[in-house]
């Protein structure tokens, strides 16, 4: 499942994220600590944003399994959070 959140502190070496994120107990790993604003109902299908001409320097397109952060240009942000707050 997806979600939308805000970062609240820089990321931590080592520590204990929050539990309610996850389905099974997690040990001490490397995290940075969220609130997450919205739940998403079905995940933001990749093809949504691949298809947008937009996206096709981000990196978010070029390197699907990077791992995050991917920086975005405030206008992809922007069309970004539109395309995630259509998802119902």
């Given amino acids: 499942m997806g979600a939308r959140g805000t970062l609240t502190g820089p990321a931590r070496w080592e520590g204990n994220p929050d539990p309610t994120f996850w389905a099974e107990p997690r040990a001490p790993a490397h995290f940075a600590p ?38 975005l240009s405030a206008t992809q942000w922007d069309r970004l959070t539109t395309v995630i707050d259509a998802i119902g």
């Fill in 34 to 71: 969220l609130t997450v604003e919205r739940w998403l109902s079905i995940p933001l299908p990749a093809r949504t944003v691949r298809a947008d001409p937009l996206f096709t320097t981000a990196t978010i397109v070029t390197v699907p399994g990077g791992r995050n952060p991917h920086r």
